[in-house]
């Protein structure tokens, strides 16, 4: 199996480099036999691909340590979930796993399109094959997950402990579903530069792709935040680490797209923007893949990640520089009809929004790079973290918030006074209320005290602003059909799901908003060597050492628990136990983390270290509102998923507004 | 026509310069200075008081737990030529023991000690499963493995917002 695995890599790498080049003559020499058997490579590929990933995974299930890679990842005791879960434990089978997803998406955005989209089809194929060529080369020639050992091993070493929990099964797929995801609409806007078949067609055809590698990769940043929460143990649940900015990057830039393309699809304008930021969230994900592999940004890695590290960077060159050209040569066609008119109006908002998105994203880049632009610069390595981040993001973040309750209320083109009035006068007196409201509760005493407060201000505001929306929609069906409350709401929502089905996404932004702002001003932590009986204060809790458990689990397991009594008000609330596993061959224990959840806030515990007397030092955090983050997750999920519920209405509204624009070509006041 | 243009321009404009001002701002006022311990030992004297990063070696036998207080720690890291005096308050990594290669954040006073507020500590090859996945976890610096922070003197950690 494994030779045949490695073969099959083989012909995958040579039949798409058949494609890319048979799809580009065909098409110029007009060849049509040449055409048809190009169409036939996505798919060959793919299985291919298939072959060789199946191939690794029977290697991993059967505990095939003859390959190095399941060697170095598996050993026979770990469970078949953890054995199916290495195969992306490393960067060699993480590439393997990229390319079954890259082709995969290849092959049904090819069966989708081969009949509807012939004039764009062979060029977005073409891209999306010399994307798969450059991973399958890494694979064949760099990074071969198939690589034998001469005289296999008895067990293998075994994944990473700190990566064997069921996160690592879901975490890495949803991030990979995400950033692979991009690659469609990737290809689809090159294959309409250059074709110059610049009109929205390739932005239809793309919409439901960015939309659904935007779900993944939200998702996916959200489960690695979860995944820090409950299992790392440190308290928190984002750090600004490098990679963690590179898959934030992305996701940033992917929903300033999303935003402005619909100013695109209605008014034919910012038509050059969105090409460039659909190419921008491409190479945000090629340039986050080559932080994580090359180690550059951190410097600590082994020579043999370095070198893959410069295929990515070179590879990245290439891109930027093929974007950049094409958009310049394409710039003339990329024309806009229509122009902005006036600061208060929907256009302008949207404009706004990308600003600050992308005002995020790249504060994000230049920290992240800025160790190895101030070395190359100045010569002396300087370094940013969290607080870096949290000054610049942070009033950013809270600007956008804002835009998130004023864009969708206010008017096209122009907003007058009178339609000011009517949209915002009732958000802006449940703001001001609630800020009355919370003033006597909330501590004002530093930075992060002052804008949380202004957070939980605008978070009021923008819920206002959007309820307002579903409660005038509501109230004109329940008038016009008769319809109890809820069935109008959800007609409502179902007959309008893009628009609806935002601003469901925007709610569970604003309980993010929320969550962020509770945790990170009002949380506070504490931390004692503690001995038995002995207690730590914090806020109205008492929390009181008891017992320390020692465990044999498994052969290969151990634990460690420490038997905690949390007390509020002299009663007994919660017995938590925090922990240490062991595990064998590894000296760094790992920590499992005991949390009490709550929506008020989040009891969080630690057992840091023990010593021979039974005494451990035990760290509390109390974090305010974190479920919010968890719940606006899910919240966002949801919308998403009704956004891009497939939608006749949609189409047929569609072309009622191209004919209408075709006929009077004046834009359309809502 | 040509107005409205502008207009929009200017806007735009003044977000993005917004925007610059507060990055730069916030380099200047957040960023720490990534030393070796020889680096650092040779121009000292400039440094003294601003927000640094250290890395070094633990030097074998250096480690003092104060008596009394479990969490106070005295140690000192070294590299080829130098060698610097570390007092850290708070849980120590599991992996912190002699010979171990480690990062600390901080301050460094007049007199040459280094005042800790973070203590990292590297890790063995074992663990480059983990970055290799993509998954780099917070408050795991990269080869670190291991990150407690102690928010000891404000002016040397500004309090973490949002």
Redesign the interface.
Known sequence: MNDIGEFALLVALATALYGCVSYIMAVRGNRVDLYLSADKTPLIVWGCVAIASAALWRAFLTDDFSLQYVW??SNREMGTFYKIASF????KG?LLFWTFLLTTYMSVAYLQNRKKNVALMPYAMTVMLVIVVFFLFLLNFSTNPFERIPLPPEDG?G??P??QNYWMVI??PT?YLGYVGFTVPFAFAMAALITKNLDDGWIRLTRKWTLLAWFFLCLGNLF??A??YVE?G?G????W????NAAFMPLLVATAYLHSVMIQEKKDMMKVWNMSLVLLTFVMTIFG?FI??S?L??S???FD?ATLGYFFLGFLGVVIAICTTLIIKRLPLLKSKN???S?LSRE?SF??NN??LL?IA??TF??TI??IISEAVRG?????????Y???N????LALLALIGIGPLIAWRRATLSNLKKNFVKPVAAALVAGAALFPFLPLD???DI??YI?FILCVFVMGCILSEFFKGTAARMDLHEESPLAALSALTWRNKRRYGGYVVHIGVVLIFAG??GS??YGTHD???LQKGESIQIRDYTVTYERLLAKEETSIKSRVIAQLGVYRDGRRVWTGNPEKEFYKG????VSEVDVLSSWKEDVYLIL??F?EDE?A?I?VYINPMVSWIWTGGWVIAFGTVVCMWPDRLEERRRVMRQKKQDAAFSPAQE | MINKKAKFIVGSVLIVSAIAYLISAGISSTSQYFFTVDELMSQKASYAGAGLKVKGTVVDGSIIRDPNDYLKVNFSIAEKTSNLKVVYQGVTPDMFADGREVVVEGTLTKEGVFHANTLLTSCPSKYEAEKEAGKMHPGTLPGYESKETVPESPAASPKTTI
């Open positions: 170095a990842y992306w434990g490393g960067q993480s070493r994944l990473n700190l990566l975490h890495p991030l690695g935040a995944w820090a790392l440190w928190g649940y984002w750090a680490d490098p990679v963690e893949t994580t592999r180690g940004i951190q600590v890695h082994t990640e122009e902005l008119d600061f302008s404009l706004f600003l600050l005002g790249f504060a230049w920290g800025f160790p002396v390595k300087i370094t940013v973290g969290p607080p870096f949290n000054q610049v942070v009033p950013i973040g530093g930075r992060a804008l949380a957070a962020i702002a990170q001003a931390q004692k060597h590894s000296n760094q224990p840091a270290d010593t005494a030092t760290k």
